[in-house]
């Protein structure tokens, strides 16, 4: 299994940029797990945003997000990145991250949920 701690959050100007950190730790290698970030905006349901699979090296960025976040993943430290440009006020939300298997149909759910980590972004 895997276990998953989120961070990074904090307020955040419009325009800035910040970083969150998806830390993984447990009895399977890093290599084995896709890991996704999700968000959950006030009075929204929990929306899948990015995934990586570690094993195959490859990510896939939800269209509300391309071009300004990036999901990236360092294997020397557990622990999987959602950089954030550019941030927008609609940006504000509880973000998570998840593990599975594979990123094919991450945004149906994952099998393994950490804490979320809030993000808020105003002037």
């Known amino acids: 299994d895997v276990q998953l701690q989120a961070s990074g959050g904090g307020l955040v100007r419009p325009g800035e940029s910040l970083r969150l950190s998806c830390a993984t730790s447990?009895?399977?290698?890093?290599?084995?797990?896709?890991i996704a970030w999700f968000r959950q905006a006030p009075g929204k349901e929990r929306y899948g945003i990015a995934c990586?699979?570690?094993?195959?090296?490859?990510?896939i960025h939800d269209d509300s997000v391309k071009g300004r976040f990036t999901i990236s993943g360092d294997a020397a430290k557990d622990t999987v990145y959602l950089q954030m440009n550019s941030v927008i006020p609609e940006d504000t939300a509880v973000y998570y991250c998840?593990?599975?298997?594979?990123?094919?149909?991450?945004?149906?759910?994952?099998?393994?949920w950490g804490k979320g980590t809030q993000v808020t972004v105003s002037s």
């Open positions: 998840a593990a599975d298997y594979e990123c094919t149909g991450y945004g149906r759910g994952m099998a393994y």
């Open positions: 447990g009895s399977s290698s890093f290599h084995e797990w896709a």
């Open positions: 990586i699979d570690n094993n195959k090296g490859t990510t």
